[in-house]
């Protein structure tokens, strides 16, 4: 579960370094995903990948710190095939948009299999997602973790309106601030669940 912890720092630490230094990238209106296009696309494609692998290491970790009780089989399940959506989304690159890399047009742009595909990978792994955050409120609710449960839940939440907008809103501004905010948000969740479990889990297994 200590992947947990670093997956989501160390996924937006290396996408804001890239977001705030290659030229042409505006964060307003860019999502991160495009950060894999380029002459140093393969730095955003290798943090997709990485976080993935780590997202599935937290996921197994789950699977031992849950059992038994409400959530454990499904949200070890919904975290893995997140993590699962990260390393294909690394694989099959979002096709370049709204002029970035330089050189792109502003709209009009080609639609390709592997930007297809990325999208497919990251609709699937995000409804994986919050569908995470709700069993794990469930599971907070049912131990009477009220805190947890409610933050677990509003993450859910905020991170689907925040995917929708996205998907609406046509690069807009408020979209993408919307979606970027949603994500931090959903890096935060995951990494403060980890750390959580795993200080619950550490002094059973050490005993």
Do not use: K
């Not at 996924?11 to 990238?25: E, I, K, N």
């Not at 894999?36 to 970790?61: K, P, R």
């Not at 080609?110 to 069993?135: E, N, P, Q, R, S």
């Amino acid at each position: 579960m200590a992947y947990g912890v670093l997956a989501g720092p160390s996924y937006v630490l290396v996408s804001l370094a890239q977001a705030l230094t290659r030229d042409g990238f505006d964060l307003t209106r860019h999502a991160w995903s495009l950060l894999a296009n380029g002459g140093l696309g393969w730095i955003q494609i290798g943090n997709l990948v990485m976080t993935g692998l780590m997202t599935c290491a937290l996921a197994l970790g789950l699977r031992r710190g849950l059992a038994p009780g409400t959530g454990a089989v499904w949200a070890p399940r919904l975290l893995g095939a997140y993590g699962l959506s990260l390393v294909a989304a690394g694989a099959f690159r979002a096709d370049p948009a709204l002029g970035f890399p330089i050189g792109t047009p502003q709209t009009g742009t080609a639609v390709t299999w592997h930007g297809t595909l990325h999208f497919l990978a990251g609709g699937i792994g995000f409804a994986c997602l919050v569908a995470a955050c709700l069993v794990l409120g469930r599971r907070f609710s049912a131990e009477g973790r009220r805190g947890w449960a409610a933050f677990s839940r509003s993450t859910g939440v905020l991170f689907l309106a925040g995917f929708l907008a996205m998907a609406a809103g046509g690069g807009a501004v408020w979209s993408n601030l919307a979606f970027t905010g949603a994500v931090v948000l959903a890096w935060a969740w995951v990494s403060a669940v980890a750390a959580h479990l795993y200080r619950r889990a550490t002094p059973a297994s050490a005993a």
